[in-house]
């Protein structure tokens, strides 16, 4: 038996990194799991890679999650294919990093869409079912950098807002037997962060070094870490716990 046996988790931006981790541990868990990712054919890559459980499915959903039409009809086809919706995983997400003075209009709205109003279309759209049948998970991913990070204004105040955003759902639809909670990753191993050390003009591995050297667990986060955290807070362990962000970050943000 697994904790998520009979429910249907759908993971936004969940193609590759953290997305593709919580989507791993969900399937290992008993979910059936949707997939969904603005490139549709890498979904579906993705989905065929997970191991479900008998009698669970993976669907790879393409969806502009900045785009209402787009995120009601894939809610709609995961409800169809998969019979339901009880877990929702907002992480869909971009980065367009500049200084203040070189960032453009178009850097700024792409992550705020991305980010923030993905999450409020995703979320608007699977409380419907929610509501109706009385049980609901919603698990935002924000960041480490909501608490501020040189070059990141966009993305730093998207994912603050997400804080924000978990709060008040958590006020909202608690009373119809919904959860919502945010995890906020520090530095964690994934193509992203991998594409940073290269726009930096650093190894790989030495970049990894130093955020490690950075906290106080001396190691970087993986997508497991995160996947980990998200799952507890999908699960009905945590069904005390509504509108909290959790920071897993190796303690940096303690400011050691």
């Not at 969940?14 to 490139?39: K, M, P, Q, Y």
């Not at 409800?79 to 500049?98: C, K, M, P, Q, Y």
């Amino acid at each position: 038996m697994g904790r998520f046996d009979g429910r249907v988790a759908v993971i936004t931006g969940a193609a590759r990194g953290i997305g593709f981790g919580t989507a791993t541990r969900f399937a290992e868990e008993g979910a059936s799991v949707a997939i969904v990712d603005l490139d549709g054919g890498a979904a579906s890559e993705a989905a065929a890679k997970l191991s479900v459980a008998d009698g669970a499915k993976a669907i790879g959903v393409g969806a502009d999650v900045s785009d209402a039409a787009s995120v009601d009809a894939a809610i709609e086809r995961v409800v169809s294919e998969l019979g339901g919706i009880h877990i929702l995983v907002n992480n869909a997400g971009i980065t367009r990093d500049n200084l203040l003075f070189k960032m453009t209009e178009d850097d700024w709205d792409l992550v705020m869409g991305v980010h923030l109003k993905g999450a409020f279309l995703m979320s608007k759209a699977a409380q419907k079912h929610f509501v109706e049948q009385k049980y609901g998970k919603i698990v935002n991913i924000s960041s480490i950098s909501a608490l501020g990070n040189r070059g990141q204004a966009n993305y730093s105040a998207a994912k603050m807002g997400v804080q924000g955003l978990t709060r008040t759902l958590g006020i909202e639809l608690g009373p119809f037997g919904i959860n919502t909670n945010a995890v906020a990753p520090g530095f964690i191993a994934t193509e992203m962060t991998d594409a940073t050390a290269a726009r930096l003009k650093l190894d790989v591995d030495e970049f990894r070094r130093l955020n490690a050297e950075a906290n106080p667990v001396r190691r970087v986060g993986f997508p497991e870490d995160i996947a980990a955290a998200v799952c507890f807070l999908a699960s009905d362990e945590a069904s005390y716990i509504t509108g909290q962000t959790l920071y897993v970050d190796g303690g940096i943000s303690l400011g050691t």
